[in-house]
């Protein structure tokens, strides 16, 4: 078993940061493929980025690339995502997911979200 703890989250203005962090326990992340998504009220949960075992690439939705930055490290068990210029858009419930091979739904593992809120 994983369990994944978000944290990072809170209210930030438009153009503003934010760096979100999942902290792993229970097994190490060092073979897992670790992501991240969001979900706004009333719409589906969204893709937006993904980071192989070994950090060596990663990739992101279409909607955040540019401004978010994902990347890991294995020896503290810690993903995180840096996310710039940020947008009212943004305004989510981000979630921490890892899978043994991929970021792709069905994904292993979630954890419980942490609130973001992109105020124009």
């Known amino acids: 078993q994983v369990q994944l703890v978000e944290s990072g989250g809170g209210l930030v203005q438009a153009g503003g940061s934010l760096r979100l962090s999942c902290a792993a326990s229970?097994?190490?992340?060092?073979?897992?493929?670790m992501g991240w998504f969001r979900q706004a009220p009333g719409k589906e949960r969204e893709f937006v980025a993904g980071?192989?075992?070994?950090?060596?690439?990663?990739y992101y939705g279409d909607s955040v690339k540019g401004r978010f930055t994902i990347s890991r490290d294995n020896a503290k068990n810690t993903v995180y995502l840096q996310m710039n210029s940020l947008k009212p858009e943004d305004t989510a419930v981000y979630y921490c997911?890892?899978?043994?091979?991929?970021?792709?739904?069905?994904?292993?593992?979630w954890g419980q979200g942490t609130q973001v809120t992109v105020s124009s």
């Open positions: 980071i192989t075992w070994s950090g060596g690439s990663t």
């Open positions: 229970g097994r190490t992340l060092g073979r897992y493929a």
């Open positions: 997911a890892a899978d043994p091979i991929a970021v792709v739904e069905p994904v292993d593992y």
